[in-house]
C-alpha cells in the first residue's frame, strides 16, 4: 500500500516537471520567434542603399535600374517578402535569379548582370556591363535580284592564290523579297542580341545588315543562331582588313545562310554565313587590283574565290 502511494506521488511530481518544462519551452520558443520576427521586420534588416555598377554613369539610367528592382523585389509577388517585409536584405538572397531575370527583360541594354548583398553595410549591389553597340540590323522593305555567272581562282587551306586555271561556275539567281516598305533598325551586340531600337543611318559609317526576310525583331533574343552570327562579324572584320569601306551587308533567306554586301557597289562581295572568311584575306590583298576592277567577288565556297 505504501508503495503504490508513493509511486502515485512521484507520477504527479513528474508531470509537474514535465509542464513546467513544457511551459519554459514555449515561452522560450515564443521569445526566439519573437526576436526574429523583429529582427527580420527591423530597421536592421532594412536596406540602407542599392548600388549600380553597369558601365552606365547616366544617373537617370541608374536611378530606373534601381527603380526596377525595388518595384520586383518589393512587389508582393515573392513568398518570404510577405514574411521579411518590404525592402528587406534578405530578399535578394532568396529571389536573386528571379530579380536579375526581370531587370535583364526590363533592361536589355545591359547583360551579365549579378546582385550581392552586404550584411554590415545593409546594402545591394547589382553588377553588370553595358552591351556594346556593335551595329545596325534593319528590317529593310526594299526588293533587289543579283544574277551572276563566274570565273574561279583556287585558294590551298593556307589562303594563298595559287596559278591553277580559271574554271566557269553556274549561274544563280536570288531575289530578296519583303512585303514591308518601312525600315526599322535595332541595335545589336557582338553577341547577336537586339537590345534597343535604332535610327536607320545613311552611309558606310556603321556596321549595319539589311534584312529583307524578317518582319519583326524580338529586343533581348539573339537575331540568328550563334555561329552565323559570329561569321557575320567576321566578314565586317574582313570588310575592315580589305579597306574597301564596305559597313553594310545585306541579308536575303537566313535559311540560304548568305551575306552580301550593296549590290549597287563593285565589286559586290559575297559572304557564307557557314564560314569565316578570313581564308581569302591574303590572296584578297594580293589581287585586291584586279578584284576590285571586277564585277563581284564570291567567298561563299571555302578555299575558293569566284569573281567575274
Aim: aromatic share 14%; charged share 20%; proline share 3%.
Amino acid at each position: 500500500m505504501i508503495d503504490y502511494y508513493q509511486s502515485q506521488k512521484l507520477e504527479k511530481k513528474r508531470k509537474r516537471k514535465a509542464k513546467i518544462f513544457f511551459a519554459l519551452f514555449l515561452f522560450i520558443l515564443l521569445i526566439i520567434i519573437g526576436g526574429v520576427t523583429y529582427f527580420f521586420r527591423s530597421p536592421y534588416s532594412k536596406l540602407k542603399e542599392i548600388n549600380v555598377n553597369v558601365g552606365n554613369q547616366d544617373k537617370t539610367f541608374n536611378d530606373n535600374l534601381i527603380s526596377l528592382y525595388n518595384s520586383d523585389a518589393n512587389g508582393g509577388k515573392y513568398f518570404f517578402e510577405k514574411i521579411f517585409g518590404q525592402n528587406s536584405i534578405f530578399t535578394p538572397i532568396f529571389y536573386s535569379s528571379d530579380i536579375i531575370n526581370s531587370i535583364e527583360k526590363d533592361v536589355p541594354e545591359i547583360k551579365n548582370v549579378q546582385i550581392t548583398t552586404g550584411f554590415l553595410s545593409r546594402s545591394v549591389s547589382i553588377n553588370g556591363s553595358m552591351r556594346d553597340k556593335f551595329g545596325l540590323w534593319c528590317l529593310d522593305g526594299k526588293q533587289s535580284a543579283v544574277n551572276n555567272s563566274s570565273t574561279s581562282l583556287s585558294l590551298p587551306t593556307s589562303g594563298q592564290a595559287t596559278s591553277s586555271g580559271l574554271t566557269s561556275s553556274s549561274s544563280s539567281d536570288y531575289l530578296f523579297l519583303n512585303p514591308s516598305n518601312s525600315i526599322k533598325c535595332f541595335w545589336f551586340d557582338s553577341d547577336g542580341v537586339a537590345f534597343m531600337e535604332g535610327p536607320d543611318t545613311e552611309g558606310q559609317l556603321i556596321y549595319k545588315v539589311m534584312d529583307s526576310y524578317d518582319n519583326n525583331i524580338n529586343i533581348g533574343q539573339t537575331i540568328l543562331r550563334t555561329e552565323l552570327i559570329k561569321n557575320i562579324i567576321l566578314d565586317f572584320n574582313f570588310l575592315d582588313k580589305t579597306g574597301l569601306g564596305y559597313k553594310i551587308l545585306y541579308l536575303s533567306d537566313p535559311s540560304l545562310e548568305e551575306i552580301h554586301t550593296d549590290t549597287s557597289i563593285k565589286p559586290v562581295i559575297y559572304f557564307s554565313l557557314r564560314n569565316d572568311p578570313g581564308y581569302a584575306l591574303d590572296a584578297f590583298l594580293k589581287y585586291k587590283s584586279d578584284f576590285i576592277k571586277s564585277g563581284y567577288v564570291d567567298l561563299r565556297i571555302p578555299n575558293r574565290i569566284y569573281y567575274k
